[in-house]
Structures are given as structure tokens and as C-alpha cells.
């Protein structure tokens, strides 16, 4: 019989992970409690209170198995669509108003995993920014796993990678290897620089030079509080002032530190590089 | 394809300072030099006094930003004494970023928290009733029943009884009820406490 667990140990377990990580959990009880019941099995914990011990006391990395259990960690190509459109729609206006033709607009994926998210921004501004044309693009993907890397460079997936695909873009921008493998095309994998980078080391990051827009979902949840500020303050010494990162839906810049401003866009919340003040 | 790889156009980065030059930057540097000071100290676990001195002076939220998250990145015991003295700040930025810092260090925190919570700014004790949700054991229970018992204020009491509904046990039930004894006068006390003490009782 499985462990019981009600809305009062959802609120108390969802208050914990709030404060710990500033991740906040989705509004369905069941949808929790199923959850945690999985990780009491996993831990042969037999009551929710001797779980959310072992919880706070982060034994045998349990913080990073419970967020794990609300994650998604397969990605596809146009994952969180809506920070797509506000790209287009909203930031990169912003990013080119006062910049000239020709000028480059500079935009981080990171962590960019197999490489869905950098060649889905760049299918996404090919297909939809009608100034693509007129500024120098580039897109960097990074990630401290290199192994991911070499599979990023080599751009060839599976069917679920392409599920959100519109059938046009896959034909466009897609060769078939088989009937269950697609290659992103050449000229769209030469066009994405891919790095190894810890996000965490100064020297590492600041290498890649300054961004207009940063891509960051889902990463941050998962450092400590110490790591994920450093994380913060490289990032923002990696943005131009003025320039734009987005995190992934359940995060907070705000809850991480207080250099960034909160913008609100149609489509998504964005987080804003302030313009430097006058240097006193 | 208009996208374009241009890696090797990007200029190479400046050095970090050293730890004399940064500590020079810190204490009268412009504010971009002050920023790069406090990061680059991050590296040098020994001047969290000095990281400390400067927030004293600093008005600057990047900069200031930026001196803690590299005490927090020490975590020690100095460290910690370096960000204490804040907690009680006039500056609500200066205070928050205090009480964050603290946050992130329970390991060295944990020891000061008793001080803390007998501090004489009730508005320092108020935010020790919070640090003590990032330590969480019986023994912190404990401290924040002799609030509940000895505390003159009932906005300490308050954030007190707060911070029990999280880690307390049923060995905090008797200063909670001395607690509504001692505030019988404020309802929201004992509307506070009976809250508290059913989610105990459910939970243990």
C-alpha cells in the first residue's frame, strides 16, 4: 500500500522547495502527490514526515531527486514557444534600436544540451524576424557536458525532438537519414558556434564576449544558492546593458538576485540588464 | 543562410585583478572597478573582513550585490560576521541583502543564530526568527520557544511562531501556550499559536 500523503503535506513540501530553490511547484495536488509518493518508494521512507526530513537534510542529494522528478529532461525543438515569440515580437526589437545594419546581434544558448533550443531560435528568426537579413546573427550554444556537445554538432534526432515541428520547417531546414532520424542541414549546423562552458567559472564565461539575449531555462534550480548567484553575476556581465535573459517558466531571477529587471512582454517574462548608470 | 559564426571577433577578456589591486578597487575605485573588485575577491577566502568594511560604504546595489555573493561563496564563519552587523541596517536593500546572505550560509550561520535572537534591535530578532528556517532541528525549535516564553515583542513572537510551524515539534507546545498567555490581549497571537499547534499535532 503506498504511503499516504494530503494537500497539507503538498502546501508544507511546496513552502520547503520554494524557499530552498525558488522553484514553485504546479498548482495539482495530485499531480504532487504522486510525486512524492515515487520518491518515499524510492527512499523506503514510510511516513511524509520522515521524507521531508531526509528532504531538508538533503540526504543522498535528495533535493536534486525531488526537483528531478518535476522535470522534464528530454528537450525539443521549440520547447516554451511563447519566449520564441517574445523574442521576436519584443526583445530583438528592443536589442536593434539603436544598432545599425549590419550590426551583430549576439544571442546564448545555455545550457544548450543536443542543441535543440540554439537551432530552434535560429529556424524561429529565419522563419519569423523579417530583419534576420539585416544584422550579422550569431548564436552560440554552450554546455558543460561535451558529450552533448559533440551530439549538438552532429544536429541528427529523433522523432519526439521534432513532435512541435510544423511540418514546413522540418522539410526546410531537416534531411532524412531514415524513418526515425532527421539532420538538422548543413548550412544551419555551420551557422551555431557550440562551447564548452561552466556557467559557474568567470574566466570560461566571460571568453564568449557579451550577448543581447541569453537563453538560460532550467538550470539555475539546480545549483546551490551560492553557485546560482556567482551564475547570476556572470550572466550579467555577459549581457550588453539593456540586454534580455530568459529563464525557464518556473524559475526566478528575483529570488536569485536583485541585478536584473523584471520586464513583462505578451508572451513571456524576461529579465533585463539594467543600462550601466554613470561610473561614480 | 543569413546567420553568421563570427567566435573569433569577440576581444579577449581583461584580467582579474590581483588581491591588492582589488582590494585598492574596492575602497576607491568607480563603481565599475568596485563591481570587478568583489567578484575578483571571491578568490581570496581571507578578506571577508574587508568585504565586510565595505558594504559599510558601499551604495552601490551591483556592487553591494556582488560583496555578498562572495561571502556567501566563503560560507565561513568570518564571513558570516562580516554580514551580521547589517542585519539591523537602516538601508531595507542593505537589510534584505543581509538577511539573503545568511540564508545561504546555514552552515556557518547556525552558530549565531542564539546571539541573534537575543539581539537588542527587535527588528534583527524578528529576521533571526526567519534564519532559522534554514536550519531546522530540534534544537533551533528550542531557541525559538525561549523567544515565545521571553520575548518582549509580539512581532518577534509573531515571526516566531511562524518559523515553529515549520520546525516545530510537539516539545514547543508549552512556550506556545505561555506564549498566548503572556498576549492574551492580542488575538492574532492566539489565532496564531492554535494554527501552529494543530499543524504539529497532525504532523508528529
Redesign the interface.
Known amino acids: 500500500m503506498p504511503p499516504a500523503v494530503d494537500d497539507?503535506d503538498c502546501r508544507?513540501i511546496g513552502?520547503?522547495l520554494y524557499?530552498r530553490t525558488g522553484m514553485v511547484l504546479p498548482r495539482h495536488p495530485d499531480y504532487i502527490i504522486r510525486r512524492v509518493i515515487d520518491r518515499m518508494q524510492a527512499t523506503a521512507t514510510t511516513s511524509?514526515?520522515q521524507y521531508l526530513a531526509r528532504l531538508?537534510a538533503d540526504f543522498d542529494d535528495e533535493i536534486e531527486h525531488f526537483i528531478n522528478a518535476f522535470t522534464i529532461n528530454e528537450t525539443y525543438f521549440y520547447r516554451e514557444e511563447y519566449q520564441l515569440r517574445c523574442l521576436t515580437t519584443d526583445l530583438l526589437a528592443q536589442c536593434i534600436a539603436t544598432k545599425p545594419s549590419g550590426a551583430?546581434v549576439r544571442i546564448w544558448s545555455i545550457p544548450c544540451s543536443t542543441g535543440e533550443e540554439p537551432y530552434s531560435i535560429?529556424m524561429w528568426?529565419?522563419d519569423t524576424w523579417p530583419a534576420?537579413?539585416s544584422y550579422?546573427?550569431?548564436?552560440?550554444g554552450s554546455d558543460i557536458d561535451t558529450r552533448v556537445l559533440e551530439a549538438a554538432r552532429a544536429g541528427q534526432y529523433g522523432q519526439r525532438a521534432l513532435m512541435r515541428l510544423p511540418k514546413a520547417t522540418i522539410a526546410r531546414y531537416f534531411e532524412t537519414i531514415d524513418d526515425q532520424t532527421w539532420r538538422i542541414i548543413a548550412?544551419?549546423r555551420?551557422?551555431?558556434?557550440f562551447?564548452a562552458t561552466n556557467v559557474v567559472a568567470?574566466?570560461e564565461v566571460?571568453?564568449?564576449?557579451r550577448f543581447d539575449v541569453i537563453f538560460c531555462r532550467n538550470m539555475l534550480i539546480y545549483f546551490?544558492?551560492?553557485s546560482r548567484?556567482?551564475a547570476a553575476?556572470n550572466l550579467y556581465e555577459s549581457l550588453v546593458p539593456g540586454g534580455f535573459i530568459c529563464l525557464g517558466h518556473t524559475e526566478s531571477m528575483s529570488r536569485i538576485?536583485?541585478?536584473f529587471e523584471v520586464q513583462r512582454y505578451a508572451d513571456a517574462v524576461v529579465y533585463q540588464r539594467p543600462l550601466?548608470?554613470p561610473?561614480? | 543562410?543569413?546567420?553568421?559564426?563570427?567566435?573569433s571577433?569577440?576581444?579577449?577578456?581583461a584580467g582579474?585583478p590581483d588581491r591588492a589591486d582589488a582590494l585598492r578597487a574596492l575602497g576607491s575605485g568607480?563603481?565599475?572597478a568596485r563591481w570587478s573588485a568583489a567578484?575578483a575577491l571571491?578568490d581570496f577566502v581571507d578578506t571577508a573582513p574587508e568585504l565586510g568594511r565595505a558594504l559599510a560604504a558601499e551604495t552601490?546595489?551591483?556592487v553591494r550585490?556582488?560583496i555578498?555573493?562572495s561571502l556567501?561563496?566563503f560560507?565561513d564563519a568570518a564571513s558570516v560576521q562580516a554580514v551580521v552587523p547589517y542585519l539591523g541596517a537602516p538601508d531595507a536593500?542593505l537589510r534584505s541583502?543581509a538577511l539573503d546572505a545568511l540564508?545561504?550560509m546555514p552552515a556557518a550561520m547556525g552558530a549565531y543564530l542564539a546571539g541573534l535572537l537575543r539581539d537588542p534591535d527587535p527588528n534583527v530578532r524578528l529576521l533571526a526568527c526567519e534564519l532559522t528556517?534554514e536550519v531546522?532541528s530540534p534544537a533551533t525549535a528550542m531557541l525559538l520557544a525561549e523567544v515565545l516564553e521571553h520575548d518582549p515583542s509580539v512581532n518577534v513572537c509573531a515571526a516566531a511562531l511562524d518559523a515553529l510551524g515549520?520546525i516545530g515539534g510537539p516539545d514547543v507546545l508549552p512556550a506556545m501556550a505561555c506564549c498566548a498567555e503572556r498576549f492574551a490581549d492580542q488575538p492574532f497571537i492566539r489565532f496564531s499559536v492554535d494554527t501552529v499547534r494543530t499543524?504539529i499535532e497532525?504532523?508528529?
Do not use: W
Open positions: 497539507e508544507k513552502e520547503f524557499r511524509f514526515d531538508r551583430p535560429a528568426l529565419l534576420v537579413d550579422d546573427v550569431e548564436i552560440i548550412d544551419l555551420q551557422s551555431i558556434g562551447s568567470a574566466t566571460r571568453q564568449l564576449g546551490d544558492d551560492a548567484r556567482i553575476e538576485s536583485p541585478l550601466d548608470p561610473d561614480v | 543562410m543569413p546567420l553568421v559564426r563570427k567566435a571577433q569577440v576581444a579577449p577578456p582579474s568607480p563603481a565599475s567578484r571571491a552601490d546595489q551591483r550585490a556582488a555578498f555573493t556567501i561563496h560560507g536593500n541583502g540564508r545561504a528556517l531546522p515549520e499543524r497532525r504532523s508528529h
